[in-house]
């Protein structure tokens, strides 16, 4: 409440905004949201929604990054848990086991959804997404780096390179377990990967 504020009556707007639309624009995607659906979400015009952002494509960005921050924010206060690089890893396996429950909020997994929805069609938020994917597997290699200083994960694996499989093999379960709308897919996902963590990086 005290942030709130102090922020001023247009960065309030702004925030409103992004909290009411972003999971609009994570649900159904940029073609597919028109400037009416932003306006009967908001109750705004379309004049009020142009004074904050310049066009539709900023807008989109804004939502993009609004979400993503949100949900690297829970990720993470998650990894908080433990100081353990190791543990950390298997920090990331529980969070993604009920991801599930929490994205549906959001509007679905917004890396996936966004990504998908902008390849081949707006380069600039395909753009956004990667950065946001190259980001999120710099952070892992980078726990993978600190076990391996300290001697909990195995001086023999590439930290990148399980950082990209471990992305993968999330990403894709959690495909998964929206197209079949069965958490079955994350679960026995996160399950193979602390089979991995244990079996083949840990020290």
């Known amino acids: 409440m005290y942030i709130y504020n102090m922020l001023t009556k247009s960065e309030l707007t702004t925030q409103y905004i992004l909290e009411t639309v972003a999971p609009i624009f994570n649900k159904n995607g940029y073609a597919a949201t028109s400037m009416s659906d932003i306006t009967t979400a908001t109750g705004l015009t379309k004049g009020a929604i142009y004074g904050n952002f310049k066009?539709?494509?900023?807008?989109?960005?804004?939502?993009?990054k609004y979400t993503v921050k949100n949900l690297m924010s829970r990720i993470a206060?998650?990894?908080e848990l433990s100081d353990s690089p190791i543990?950390?890893?298997?920090?990331i396996t529980?969070?993604?086991?009920?991801?599930?429950?929490?994205?549906?909020?959001?509007g679905g997994c917004p890396v996936l959804n966004i990504g998908v929805d902008a390849?081949?069609?707006n380069s600039l938020l395909l753009k956004n997404v990667r950065i946001v994917i190259e980001n999120i597997q710099d952070?892992?290699?980078?726990?993978?780096?600190?076990?391996i200083e300290i001697g909990e994960i195995s001086?023999?694996?590439?930290a990148m390179q399980f950082a990209k499989r471990l992305d993968t093999m999330i990403q894709g379960a959690i495909f998964m377990t929206y197209t079949m709308n069965d958490e079955f897919y994350l679960k026995d996902t996160m399950n193979?990967?602390?089979?991995?963590?244990?079996?083949?990086?840990?020290?």
């Open 55 to 64: 066009n539709k494509e900023e807008l989109a960005i804004a939502a993009f």
């Open 77 to 79: 206060k998650h990894l």
């Open 87 to 91: 543990q950390k890893l298997f920090l």
């Open 94 to 106: 529980d969070f993604y086991r009920n991801y599930y429950d929490y994205s549906k909020q959001l």
């Open 119 to 121: 390849n081949n069609k």
């Open 139 to 147: 952070k892992v290699a980078t726990i993978i780096e600190n076990g």
């Open 155 to 158: 001086e023999d694996v590439n």
């Open 192 to 203: 193979q990967l602390d089979q991995i963590i244990h079996n083949e990086i840990k020290a």
